[in-house]
C-alpha cells in the first residue's frame, strides 16, 4: 500500500481542504481515513464516535469522494491537521506538474475499523435539507439546554451520547446525528432533497456534496 496519491487540479485540491476544514471544527483532534483503489479517492471522517465525546452512542462517518489524476493504491489513517498542511502546499504543482500528496504514518482510530456495507443498498425515500438543517440545530441546542457546565466525564459523554442517538421523528431509523454530520460538514444544498438508503442495520444519507453513514437509531 502507498503513502501517496496524486490530485488532478487545484479545484480539487480546494474542495478537498474545504470538507478537511468542516471536519476539523466538528473534531479538532479528528483522524480522516483515506482510501484509494482505482481513480477515486474515498475520504472518511467521523464527526462524532464512542469514545470521542461520548463512550457510548451512536459513530457516525462522513463520506466525500474526488477524483484522482492516475490510479492510486491508499488506505491510511491520519491526522485531519496533518493532511491540510500537505494540501496547503500544493499551491504549485512540483517539478513534474503533479500535485502529488505524500501522507504521513498511518496511526489508530477507534472508528476506523467499522465497514458499512458496500453493496445492497437499497432506496428509502428523501428528506428535505430544511429538515436536516433544522434537526442538528435542534440537536445542538438540546446538548447546551441539558449538559450542565459543571459536568464532564461519564455523565456529559452519556447525556451526548443520548441525544445524538436518538432517532428524529421523520425517520426514526436515522440518528440525530446523521443530521449534525450532514449540516456541519456542508454537505446540504438549499432545499435540496437528500437520498436516504439503507443496508444490514445501516443508514445513508446522500446528499450533493457528501454521504453520512450510521448504524439504525435504536432508540427514539
Not at 34 to 58: E, H, K, N, T
Not at 66 to 88: F, K, M, Q, T, Y
Amino acid at each position: 500500500m502507498k503513502n501517496t496519491f496524486v490530485l488532478p487540479d487545484s479545484e480539487t485540491v480546494a474542495d478537498l481542504q474545504a470538507y478537511l476544514q468542516r471536519a476539523r471544527r466538528l473534531d479538532p483532534e479528528g483522524m480522516v481515513r483515506l482510501r484509494a483503489f482505482g481513480p477515486i479517492l474515498a475520504a472518511y471522517v467521523a464527526p462524532i464516535f464512542a469514545g470521542s465525546l461520548m463512550d457510548s452512542g451512536p459513530t457516525v462517518l462522513g463520506l466525500r469522494t474526488c477524483n484522482l489524476a492516475e490510479p492510486g493504491e491508499v488506505d491510511s489513517v491520519v491526522p485531519i491537521a496533518a493532511v491540510l498542511d500537505r494540501l496547503a502546499r500544493l499551491a504549485e504543482p512540483n517539478e513534474d506538474g503533479k500535485l502529488l500528496v505524500t501522507l504521513p504514518p498511518t496511526e489508530r482510530a477507534s472508528w476506523a475499523g467499522i465497514a458499512p456495507p458496500r453493496t445492497g443498498w437499497e432506496s428509502d425515500g428523501t428528506i428535505n435539507e430544511q429538515v436536516l438543517t433544522q434537526l442538528a440545530k435542534d440537536g445542538i441546542q438540546e446538548v447546551k439546554n441539558t449538559l450542565p457546565e459543571s459536568v464532564g466525564g461519564p455523565i456529559a459523554a452519556r447525556i451526548r451520547g443520548e441525544i445524538w442517538g436518538k432517532g428524529i421523528p421523520q425517520d426514526p431509523r436515522i440518528p440525530t446525528a446523521a443530521a449534525f454530520a450532514a449540516a456541519g460538514l456542508g454537505f446540504l444544498t438549499e432545499n435540496e432533497e437528500v437520498q436516504v438508503f439503507n443496508a444490514e442495520g445501516w443508514i445513508r444519507l446522500s446528499a450533493d456534496h457528501g454521504h453520512v453513514l450510521a448504524k439504525m437509531a435504536r432508540h427514539l
